[in-house]
Every structure is written in C-alpha cells, then in structure tokens.
C-alpha cells in the first residue's frame, strides 16, 4: 500500500509542489489585511494621509482580503485532486489485487464488506489526507504565523495567547469527543431504526393477525428515542462550544486593553497604538478557527486509521500464482484426473484417490451423498482450487495456469442458481466481453429458449437487468446461454434444477439436450441422468 | 379555520410554539446584540487614542473594557440559548414525524406492500425527513442570523453615513444575484457527482460479489478495465464538484466585499473632516467592521436558500406519507368460539383470470381439525390466505353468523396465522411471543416442544435470535412462529406447514398438544406432509386445476387416486419428509 502512496506522489511531484505554495500563498494572504488596516489607521490617527495613497491602501486591503477566498479555494481544490489522484491509484491497485487472491478468499469474506473496505476505507484514506493531515498542516502553520506577527507587534498580547490557547484547545477537543461519541450513539441508533423498517414491512401480515401495532409501535418509538437522546447531547456540546470561544477572544482583548493602560511600563509591553489595537482584536478573532480545524482533523485522522488497517490487512491477503497462460492442446483428452485429493483450508481431505478420465463427446454424471465433493470436484476441473494430490488436466493443461481469454472457450459452469451481474440482459450473457456479438446471444437465447422472453422486454436486450423479470428456471436459462454463449467444448451442471417445480424442470432439461450436443457434459444432477443417460461416476462412500 | 394536520409544515411549527417563542426572544436579542462587537471594538481603539491625547484616564478604559466582557457574555448567552432550542426544535420535529410515519407503516395492508418495495421506500422517507428537519432548522436560524442581523448591520452604518451606505450596499446584491444564476450549475454537478459515486460502489459491488463468475469465465481483466473507467469518471466529476463548490462563495466574497475600497476611502475622508460626515476613530473602525460582517453573511445567503430548496424537494416526498397517516386502531378482542361455513369460495390473483381454486364449499365445528393438501402449486397457501381477507374472495366465509373479508368484517380477532414465513423479529424468544402481550408463555413454549430448546441455551427464553431469527435452526423457528400464534389465541388458526422443518416424533408432539389445548378452535392445518392426516377431521383436496374435494381421509382414500398415491408414497418411505 505504501508503493502505491509513493508512486502517486511520484507521478503528481509538480502538482505537490503547486500545493504547497498554494498552502504558504494562502496563509501569507490570510495574515496581512489586519497589518494594512493597522498603517490606514495610525495614518488617519496622525492626520498626515491624502486621498491618493488612501485610495491605494483601500484597494490594496481589499486585495488581499478578498484574494484570499480565492486562495482558499484554489488550494482546496489542489486539496481534492491530489486525493482523488490517490485513492484513484488505490482502488485500481485493490481491483488488480482481487485477480490475485485466490478462490478461498471471496468464500471467507462477505462481499458487502470487502466493498466497504474499497469504497468506504479507502474514502476515508482520502479524508486522512485532505481533511487530515494537509490541513492540518497549514492550519498548524497559520497559527504559528498569526502567533508571529502578534508578538511582533505586541509581546504582552502574545504571551497571553500562549498562555490560552493551551487551554482552550484542550476545551474544543473536550467538546468535540463529546459530539464524537453522541454522534457515534445517534449512528448506531439511526441504523436499528432503519433496521426495524425492513423487519416491519417483511412481519406485517403476524403484525396485522396479532394486532400488535400499539407494540410496534412502542418498539418503534425506544429506538427513535435514543436516536432523539444522542441527538440532545450532540446538540447541547454544538451549541455551547461556539459561544465560549467568543466570549472567551472578548475577554482576551479586554485584559489585554486594561493591561495595557494599567502602568507605562505593560504598556511598552503591549506595544499599543490605535491601528494595532484594531489589528491585533482581528488577529485573536481569527486564531481561533484554525485551532477549532484542528481538533477536526484529530477526529479525522483517528478515524481513519483504522480504515488504513483494514486496508493494510487487505494488501497483506496471501495471492496465488497469477493467471497463466497455457493453451489448452484441442487433440488431448478433454478432462483427466488422475489420483486426486483434496480439502479447503487446513481441513481434513474431502475426498482422495480420485481418477476420472472424460473422452471428447462423452455425458458423464457424478453422484454421491451431500459433503462428498461434488461441487468441489467442479472448483478443481475450473481451476478455482488446486489439488492436494495428484493431478487435474483440462485438454492437457493445468486449468489454474490456463491463459484467461481461453477459458471461455474451454468451460461453460452452471450452478444451482443464477448470479446476476450489474448491467443489462445483455450483459448477463456476454458478462460484457466485447468479443461476445449480438449474433452470439441472440443465438444463446434461441438454444435455450429464452429469446421470445428477453426480445418482448421494454428494452429488449438492453433492458437493464432486473430479478423480477425471469423466475427461476428462466434465470437458470440465463445461466446456460450465459455458459454456452463462447461455444466452450465442457460443460459443467451442478444440480441445475434443484428448487425448481417440475414444469421449470422440464423446460430447462429441453435446453440442456439442446446445449449438450457435441459436447464433453459433467453433470450433478439424477434428473439428467434420468433423462439422458450417460455414464455414472459415485464420488466418495457409495 | 381549515385545522392543521401532519400533513402541513405549519402543524409541526405551530406544535412546537413554546420552543419557538424562546428562540424568536433570545434570536433577536442575540442579532441585535451582535453590533455590539464591532461598536466596542472601535470603542477601545478610541478611548486608547483618548488617553494618548491626554483626554480620557485608564479607569475610563476600565470601565469600558467590563461593560465590553459584560454585554458580549449576554450577547452569547442568548445565542446559546437560541441555537440550543432551534435544535431541539428541530429534533422534536423529526421524532414526531418518524412516529407519525411508523404509524402509517404499520397500519399498511399487506396487498399494499407487496406492490412496492416498501422497506426501501420507508427507509429512503425517514432519511429524507432528516434532510427536511434540518432545512427546517436552518430556515429558522436563518431568519435571524442572516434576516436581523442584516437589517441590524444595515442600520447601524446608514446611522453612521447614510451616503456611503448607499452606496457600499449595492455590492452585496450583485453577489446575491450571481449567486443565484450559478447554483444550478453546482447543484447540478454535484447531483452528477453523486451519481457517480454510486455507480462506482454499484460496480464495487459487483466487481466482488461476482468474483467467481468472472474467474470462472476468464472475464476479470474486462472487468478491471471497466472498473477503471468508472474510477476516472468518478474522479473527474468529484473534482468539478469540488471546484464549483470551492470557487463560488470565495468570488461572491470578493464581490461583496468590492465596498471596502469606498469605505476606506471615503471613510478615511470623512475621519479627516473632508467628507460626508465627521467621524472619530471608533466609527471609522465600526463602519468597517460591520460592513465587511454584512458582506460575508450576504455570501452565505445563498447557502440557505440552497438548504430551503433541498428541504423543500425532501418534504414534498414524504408530505403524501404523513397526509395519509391516521391513529391507530383499537384492538379487537379475540372472537367467541363459532362455526366456520364455507360456500362456494374461490381465489383469483388481481390481475390474472384464472381462479387459483373455486367452488370449495366446507363446513367445521370448533374443536375441528381439519388437513389441507394437493401437489406443488395446488393453491394450498393462498387457500389458507384467504382467511386473512388481504385481498377480495368469490363466494362467502361465515364465522358464525358473520360474514368475513369482501368490506364484512375485517377477521381480525377472529384468525389467527402462522404462514411459511416465521416473521420473526431481531429480539429475545420471549419478545417473540409475546409480542407486547402479558401473560404466562411457558404454556405455549411446551404445547410446541420448545422447552427443552430453550433450557439447552444459555439465556433460555431470553436468548437472542438474530435478524430474522437467524441463530435459530429453521424448526425451531418454525416451533417459534407457532408458540407466538398460540399465545395470541384466535378461535380459527391458519397453520401453514408448521412442520416443515421438524421431524416425526416432535410433530406428533405437537399435534396432540393441539388437540388438547385448542377444544374451542377449528384449525386449519396446510401440509405437504400427510402423517397426520388420517387423524383429522376433515380433509381439503385441492387438485391443482381450480377443483377440490373435501371430505375424511378414508373417503379421500378411497375415491382420489392422487390423494392415495401420495399418502401411499410417503407412506412407503415411512411417513417420509421428501413429501
């Protein structure tokens, strides 16, 4: 993960360096309007000023202050293209790291958290690095720069600064662990409230006949509550913070006016003439945002740390050998496996002694009682498992090492149920290779006897896909012209029609008699068996 | 007067008046108070010029300097006070409406959620009210700290020069209106950037759930390709996003604050004593200061009128949601005993003209048992529906002398369901069965053998089920589902294959546990499991094709060939569970 950081850097090293002037041009811009107001005012106080450099002082403040917004934004924007550039480079590097892992690790994590982990970590990678680190940085910087120029001008005003700012700081991030952690409660009690909505929708006929809604109801209402509670405290903390660091900067230059007139001697200290003072009540007034910024960016960087470990543990996932490239020999022996064992993980072997030899044409069905092997058999002829023991060979290649633009030409896998990709009907068959024609679908769909269905669709083929437009026979047709559609020599069904009433059973034997001419077929599956006949092959213990 | 309903913003403000009225006070005590700064500021610069001149002493500056530090702490106390009861308005707000909205959830009919996918819609509603709470929020605040105070600023420097004033003020509105004609485009890019980002997690999603196909089909480089292109659309939208949000309130600023340039110089002149008016130091100071706080806010306005828009947009999606929304309705106590007479019922789905079955015509007693059955698809399950009235029936359900569902009485208190589906909710056993119920469960625990489930799990009946009752095997959730319907008693049960999932011995159980505790009820058991069956006292024979017979199992067995295949079928596995 780290190469992948410096790379970025690399890559956008001019980029990197317009930020940082942008960052120093923007705290330069933000700390000189209170010094120009400081020479308009002294000069006004001593009377000696005329319209032409009066004139020239007016624009020259207005410059610099209005300038300074369009520093900010200049710089923000930088802000945003260099971690865009980043978590760009990131999630590219996290896809091409999926092709690597191997079968096992898409089983053992759940989807929808190796999502998060490439959508939400990595945004939060993101925010470490504009919203963390980089403003902090310039934040850090303005403060010391403001904490400069005061001392320059008033060394009693900068002490008393450096005597607050300590405590103050310690007071906003007081405040903001405090919003944190109502917040974090106002979280976790939103999505239980969200939670109960689906759960009410999918209980409501037991609702109704229980005539429980008062209850429901009540339920209901505790989690709201807390939603409501977590809320009142996050609200109390919001409203106060920001009243205290204003009384608290008045304060600030109460004391510093009293002292100052208070004996000759503080007043040497305090440095004050009429243009500083109003210079220096600007400055208190603005050291106090980066300050608030700051514990911001705190939160931020905590937060995303553990977001970074996530990710760090995802580049540190063990990958298997990469694709290879070898090319199936179309004269060999379409499936040889010869004493093979094999189990998942460290667990014990699942089966072992196992040889099966599949001539070109042949129609063969494996059977065997539930956890024998029969799926995990297929996951080794895919390639997606390797064996233990002994050897698989696919037209005299190693299917894990075969080159994958081949392996459509080589296997057509249907399961027990159809997995729908995001896209359109289309693309359910094609799984968007552009070497897929629309000739080759339509034909797919003809062999399966599909095309009637999909062609009366609002869109036809470009209809975007959705669940309720197949049932679930239909959806495994889907699955065979999705397998047949790149005309491969082995087909692979793994109890296709389990689930399925008889009627659907039937049409989906009629498309596999269709598909299974002239070509190799593996089968899980008696009702083929039945219907086809073919050689029988027992995995396991009969 | 039209009276106010939750269907109209005005209800929920006029229902929060008291919080209002405290934040109206202290908002515009709080606004007016906010020249005070600048007023002091200049103050002390002056009364420092004073001294140097000789004119004033340090307690003048003393007394100043208190008052200053005395004024500003009121000034934020009411600002506390104000921004405090605006959020708790706006919370009470949002936990009145989501009761509101659950409300009318739960009161909606089944037929209408099968419709629409109604969870998402609900969850989407509830995040669009926060949305809408907080443009009721931010309206509120703004009105004074954006309304008042600029009338406040805006007086308070016309009394200083009302030339000048005239003069500086037609900057701010010119930034105002640009503001106004850009917004579309940020809105609309940042829409754009939206939708990219969800595009992108949608790819994500797929890229990673569909791993294996893609593997499988050799398919993952065409996939990479791909999800490199939604990444550099990704990119390049949240940058323009970011741009267009970024730029704009920086170059309203600089419009706004055009002004400054007239102030300083004709201000200048007039502390010279050749302008306009005549003006010491303080005003010098405080003219400027206030001017530039008018110029700033006046580049926020756009804000709010942003967040007006976008509360106003959530509003009109959940107004419909809250107009419809009613109290709910009193519970019906459970119904006496009765005869169940069925004429001539049939079930057709709303917009299909096949009738699932018709013609079924039945009668039974309570205390009545009575099996129902067929092959895959006979309709079993929506016969068994069809007691809930969820949808229009042909013929007539009586209960006794009424008259159930087709706008007759609504069956509520009278059955009782236990479907396919356990329906369970993420909570406690107990919880389950109860459902808000008093009373003694050990009862039904037993009559469904799960007391010695229970006892096996460390919390008993207070273990947690999971989402769904997922922790749970699925006959022990089965089981739960049928102890929950037993324990809110019905004078007729609808029991749809309540031993799908358990085996011989513990059905058994369960049967005889029936038939001693349900004397007064008629059930109506739907299986596909026919063990039972010659112990019934009715059986109902759908045939697949609309047709059915209703008659005992000896009949049924002598006269239906199919009935007495699949009882001899089963029968031959010993009694087995491949139904």
Known sequence: ?542 | MKRLGPGSVRYYFYHEKKLLLIVTLSGILYNVGMIAAPWFDGQLAQCLYDIFAGNRTAADMYVLCLSYALVILGVQSSRYVKRLYVRKFANNISLSMKDILYQHLVQTPKRDMEQADTGALMTKVISDIDTCVEGMRKFTTEIFDTGIVMVTYVVMIAWYDWRLTLCVLVFPPIAYALANSLRRTVAMTAARSKESSGALSGMTLDRISNAMTYRVYGEEAVQDQRYEDYLTDYEKKMILANLWENALQPIYKVIAMIGTILVIWSGGHNVLGTGWETWDIAAFSTYLTCFIRLATKSSHAAKLFNAIQKAQVSWLRIQPHLRAASTLPRTVPPAAPAYLTVRHLSFTYPGSDVPIFQDLSFSARPGDIIGITGPVASGKSTLGLAFLCENPHGGQILFGTQELGNGHTSPKGIAGYCGHDAELFAGTIEENIRLGKGGDIIPVLNAVCMDQDCASFPDGIRTLIGEGGQRLSGGQQARIALARTLFHPRPLLILDDPFAAVDMATERAIYSHLRRDCKDRIILLISHRLTLFPMLDQIIWLNGDGSSIAATHEELYVSCHAYRKLYDLQHAQGGGSHG
């Open chain 1, 1 to 542: 993960m780290g190469n992948v950081f410096l790379q970025t850097l690399r890559k956008n090293s001019l980029l990197l360096l317009i930020l940082i002037l942008a960052i120093i041009a923007s705290i330069a811009v933000s700390i000189t309007p209170p010094l120009i107001l400081q020479y308009i005012i002294d000069s006004l106080v001593s009377g000696a000023f005329s319209t032409y450099p009066l004139m020239a002082a007016g624009v020259l403040y207005f410059t610099l202050n209005a300038g300074s917004g369009l520093v900010d934004a200049f710089k923000e924007t930088l802000i945003t293209i260099f971690g865009q550039k980043i978590t760009h480079d990131l999630r590219s590097a996290m896809c091409r790291r999926l092709d690597d892992l191997p079968a096992s690790y898409f089983v053992n994590h759940e989807a929808g958290a190796v999502t998060s982990l490439l959508v939400n970590d990595v945004d939060t990678l993101e925010n470490l690095f504009d919203s963390g680190v980089v403003s902090m940085i310039a934040d850090i910087f303005t403060i010391f720069s403001i904490l400069a120029v005061v001392f320059h001008l008033s060394p009693g005003l900068g002490a008393l600064i450096c005597i607050c700012l300590p405590l103050l700081f310690l007071l906003t991030r007081y405040f903001q662990k405090r919003m944190l952690q109502a917040q974090r409660d106002n979280r976790i009690a939103v999505s239980r409230t969200n939670e109960l909505i689906p759960e009410t929708v999918h209980n409501i006929r037991t609702i109704h006949t229980c005539q429980q809604e008062r209850y429901m109801r009540q339920r209901y209402g505790r989690t709201i509550r807390d939603s409501f509670e977590a809320m009142e405290r996050s609200n109390f903390c919001d409203s106060i913070y920001s009243p205290i660091i204003i009384t608290s900067c008045t304060v600030i230059i109460c004391l510093m006016m009293s002292l100052s007139v208070s004996s000759p001697s503080l007043q040497e200290l305090f440095g004050m003439t009429v243009g500083s003072v109003v210079a220096l009540i600007a400055y208190v007034r603005r050291i106090f945002s980066p300050l608030e910024s700051i514990g911001m960016e705190i939160q931020n960087i905590q937060s995303a740390v553990a977001g970074i470990g996530r990710l760090k543990d995802f580049f540190a996932e063990p990958v298997q050998e990469k694709n290879g490239t070898m090319e199936p020999d179309p004269a060999a022996t379409p499936l040889v496996i010869g004493d093979a064992a094999f189990g998942y993980g460290k667990e014990a072997d699942i089966f072992h002694h196992f040889t099966l030899i599949v001539e070109a044409g042949e129609m063969v069905t494996i059977t065997g009682r539930t956890g024998a092997g029969k799926s995990t058999l297929f996951k080794l002829i895919l390639g997606l498992y390797r064996p233990r023991q002994g050897q698989v060979r696919v037209f005299g290649c190693d299917p894990s090492r075969m080159a994958a633009p081949l392996r459509r030409q080589v296997f057509g896998y249907v399961e027990q149920q159809f997995h729908a990709i995001h896209g359109t009907v289309a693309d359910q068959i094609s799984l968007k290779d552009p070497r897929v024609t629309p000739e080759a679908i339509e034909k797919a769909l003809h062999l399966v006897g599909l095309w009637d269905t999909c062609h009366a669709l609002p869109q036809g083929l470009a209809t975007p896909y959705k669940p309720e437009f197949f049932s679930r026979g239909q959806g495994q047709l889907l699955s065979i012209a999705r397998a047949v559609v790149m005309d491969p020599q082995i087909l692979l069904f793994d109890e296709i029609t389990a689930n399925l009433d008889s009627l659907t059973e039937s049409q989906i034997l009629q498309a596999l008699q269709a598909v299974a001419q002239n070509r190799t077929v593996l089968s899980i599956s008696h009702r083929l068996y039945e219907s086809q006949g073919g050689r029988r092959i027992v995995i396991g213990d009969p």
